[in-house]
């Protein structure tokens, strides 16, 4: 059974930075693609970035490309969202997640963690 463990989530000022990360179990971590979604009160699920499963194809959203920087470390089986210039509108529950295959689609994705909270205030 897949588990998605999320953490690092929290409360930031405007322009300030956090770092997610995101611990896997369940599957052969390095043969898939990984990915950040978020949801913010009132509005659908977005993607904010992903990457296939050898750490290329990164794709970003527009309202976070520049800022948003996503990475893996197959050896520790871990996804990691590094996020820097937060704005309030940043603010949401970030899911990782683990998609069907090894590379990214545009599909959503096949297992979820539980999210985190990211609160940025003004």
């Known amino acids: 059974q897949v588990q998605l463990v999320e953490s690092g989530g929290g409360l930031v000022q405007a322009g300030g930075s956090l770092r997610l990360s995101c611990a896997a179990s369940?599957?052969?971590?390095?043969?898939?693609?990984m990915g950040w979604f978020r949801q913010a009160p009132g509005k659908e699920r977005e993607v904010v970035a992903a990457l296939n499963w050898n750490g290329g194809g990164t794709t970003y959203g527009d309202s976070v490309k520049g800022r948003f920087t996503i990475s893996r470390d197959n050896a520790k089986n871990t996804v990691y969202l590094q996020m820097t210039g937060l704005r309030p509108e940043d603010t949401a529950v970030y899911y990782c997640?683990?998609?069907?295959?090894?590379?990214?689609?545009?599909?959503?994705?096949?297992?979820w963690g539980q999210g985190t909270q990211v609160t940025v205030s003004s």
């Open positions: 997640t683990q998609f069907r295959g090894a590379t990214y689609g545009g599909d959503s994705g096949a297992y």
């Open positions: 369940g599957r052969t971590f390095r043969r898939y693609a």
